[in-house]
């Protein structure tokens, strides 16, 4: 194994991306984790320790922003968390469950059960705001086939006010506004 990695060529990226733009060649870079655990944007302190958002590119590639094209927002048919922090459309009964087992969502590695619930359109509008998304994808619709109801979370309310405007405190108290 350490030989074949011996292999390679050690190359400064950022010139070989840009070299790459610059002459015409696309380029595709892909996130990890969801723009709510953004360091800057997400529900901290519930948060990773660094950038999720498309501006992550930027930083992490050495690519100015102006060069980034498309923008493909990828989201579930419903909403997943992993670990702590707030989560206000989480189901605890057995639709949560019938959606974790469906959808498979138990952690890679540690097979730890992730937290299911409804989509959440005040978290996507925010998150595609935040990212500039030019085209949304849509995965997992399957996993709520065999559901006789869907939910679709379009606002919260929070101490009797309506907003579709993802506060910047989340963890207090907060009603999903459902259709």
């Given at each position: 194994g350490v030989?074949?990695?011996?292999?390679?060529q050690v190359i400064d990226s950022e010139h070989f991306i840009n070299k790459s733009l610059t002459s015409g060649k696309g380029v595709l870079a892909e996130g990890a984790q969801g723009s709510m655990l953004d360091i800057d944007f997400g529900s901290y302190p519930f948060v990773t320790s660094s950038n999720t958002i498309c501006a992550g590119a930027c930083t992490g590639l050495g690519v100015a922003p102006r060069k980034i094209g498309e923008v493909f927002g990828i989201f579930k048919a419903y909403c997943t968390r992993v670990g702590s922090g707030p989560f206000?459309?989480?189901?605890?009964?057995?639709?949560?469950?019938?959606?974790?087992?469906?959808?498979?969502?138990?952690?890679?590695?540690?097979?730890?059960?992730?937290?299911?619930?409804?989509?959440?359109?005040?978290?996507?509008?925010?998150?595609?705001?935040?990212?500039?998304?030019?085209?949304?994808?849509?995965?997992?619709?399957?996993?709520?086939?065999?559901?006789?109801?869907?939910?679709v979370c379009v606002a919260y309310n929070i101490n009797g006010q309506e907003t579709e405007d993802l506060p910047f405190d989340i963890t207090g108290n907060i009603e999903p506004v459902f259709v």
């Open positions: 030989e074949k990695l011996k292999s390679f206000p459309t989480e189901l605890f009964d057995k639709d949560g469950q019938q959606m974790r087992d469906l959808g498979r969502e138990y952690g890679s590695v540690t097979g730890r059960p992730r937290r299911c619930g409804w989509i959440d359109l005040v978290a996507l509008r925010y998150a595609i705001m935040l990212n500039g998304v030019t085209k949304l994808v849509m995965m997992k619709s399957d996993v709520l086939d065999t559901f006789e109801t869907i939910k």
